[in-house]
Nanobody, 120 residues
């Protein structure tokens, strides 16, 4: 499966964006999907995750402003971001991790990323 992010752009502080992570070449309804972001000069950091049963969790800096959801019919996961702040500026990546054996070996799949820029 390949992951394709879209929906990034330039927005003013306080604005909103909805990012999409579309899967191509395979179904992701049973996969956990995680959004990460990486600001210039910083390490990639966790943003939000949604499990196959719909359970979600969020990083503290985005709690209350971000909602992750999935549309299994469209094979897509969304990240709705509201009340954006300049510190949200980063490249946003979606990821899925699949465990491939009982020893816990796994395969990570990443999208190419989508740029989000929030102006003050």
């Amino acid at each position: 499966v390949q992951l394709e992010e879209s929906g990034g752009g330039l927005v003013q502080a306080g604005g909103s964006l909805r990012l999409s992570c579309a899967a191509v070449g395979g179904r992701i309804s049973m996969n956990p999907i995680t959004w990460y972001r990486q600001a210039l000069g910083k390490q990639r950091e966790f943003v939000a995750r949604i499990m196959s049963d719909g359970t979600t969790n969020y990083a503290d800096p985005v709690k209350g402003r971000v909602t992750i959801s999935r549309d299994n019919a469209r094979n897509t996961v969304y990240l709705q971001m509201n009340n954006l702040k300049p510190e949200d500026t980063a490249v946003y990546y979606c990821n899925t991790r699949v465990v491939v054996n009982v020893e816990g070996a796994y395969v990570d799949t990443w999208g190419q990323g989508t740029q989000v820029t929030v102006s003050s």
